[in-house]
């Protein structure tokens, strides 16, 4: 199976976000824990067709333009389960989006014009499971990335699936049937906590009992699928809006509250605190439409080194020096 993404599209910068996790200002780094890099090939597990499939992407260029062949490794490989396949690839990496659009209100913003150029053709990897990325997110909920990171890679262990494949262990995220039936005692056990326990099991019952249809919500309107997810406890405007910008292709989300935004808003436009959510929003206008965009690209120089990142800061600042004179 071959997919032809729309230009400019970069494969290995799209990646990045997902395989290298930025290491802690200590050095420490964290491997990927569902996300697989072998042998040139992107890997992952995920359910086509009621089964668990390996499925594998590689990236490979015909003259100057990139194409993504998509191949089943392990499980089903009918025409359905092929075709479905090629459904989830094409969303996860984004491949139909034009992100011309973008680049051309992001020449508008000194910050962002720079980190379009630096990062250009990379996508926001969608997540192919929207179950995973709404309890992974639960999971981050104020607690820092070596802490999230921990409890993550213990509860994908203690209740997920995996495949063997010549000799190698890909794992799974648990399903909605795996973590409804767990007890809170049994989560704590893993370092979770009380109310998140319960939040995380209460999600995974209403997905098994239909009350929760979080594949629909892709065909929702964004502020419809962000209500309906905050009507469940655990779910915050943060959490809401992260799962639609990861895993509903949501193309306006702001998690204004996200520290790390914050963070480097304060660093790339000269401000002297860090801004309240009030402030990102603010400044965020000129974002309508791209703010989801706008928002991973500020993330992702958290993937950059510090020198880069100062470098980067310096040049901001001396471009708005000479803008006042």
């Given at each position: 199976m071959r997919i032809r993404p729309i230009e400019p599209f970069n494969f290995s910068l799209t990646l990045r976000f997902i395989l290298s996790p930025p290491a802690l200002l200590n050095g420490r780094k964290f491997a990927p824990l569902l996300d697989y890099f072998e042998e040139g090939e992107y890997r992952r597990v995920m359910d086509i067709g009621g089964q668990p499939t390996l499925y594998g992407v590689r990236e490979e260029h015909r003259g100057s333009a990139p194409a993504l062949d998509v191949r089943v490794i392990s499980g089903p490989s009918d025409r359905d389960a092929s075709s479905q396949l090629q459904s989830v690839v094409a969303r996860q990496f984004s491949t139909g989006l034009d992100l011309k659009p973008f680049y051309r209100l992001a020449a508008t913003d000194p910050a962002l014009a720079r980190l379009t150029e630096h990062f250009r053709g990379m996508r926001i990897p969608q997540s192919?499971?929207?179950f995973e990325t709404l309890i992974s997110a639960i999971l981050e909920q104020q607690?820092?990335?070596?802490?999230?990171?921990?409890?993550?890679?213990a509860l994908i262990e203690a209740f997920g699936g995996h495949i063997e494949f010549e000799g190698r262990r890909y794992s799974a995220f648990p399903d909605p049937a795996a973590l409804a039936i767990v007890t809170p005692r049994e989560l704590r056990c893993i370092q979770i906590s009380g109310p998140k326990a319960r939040y995380i099991i209460a999600i995974?019952?209403?997905?098994?009992?239909g009350s929760l249809d979080l594949d629909g919500l892709r065909?929702?309107?964004?502020?419809?699928?962000d209500a309906k997810l905050r009507a469940h406890r655990g779910v915050g405007p943060w959490t809401a809006q992260y799962v639609g910008l990861r895993a509903l292709g949501h193309l306006d989300s702001l998690p204004a509250a996200d520290v790390g935004l914050q963070k480097a808003i304060q660093r790339f436009y000269g401000l002297r605190k860090l801004p309240a959510p009030a402030r990102v929003e603010q400044i965020a206008r000129r974002w309508a439409g791209w703010?989801?965009?706008?928002?991973?690209?500020l993330w992702l120089t958290y993937w950059e080194d510090r020198a880069w990142n100062e470098r980067l800061a310096q040049q901001l600042r001396q471009a708005r020096r000479k803008g006042r004179r």
């Open positions: 192919a499971n929207v607690v820092n990335l070596s802490f999230a990171h921990q409890v993550k890679k995974a019952r209403a997905v098994l009992d065909s929702l309107d964004p502020a419809a699928a703010r989801s965009y706008a928002t991973f690209y």
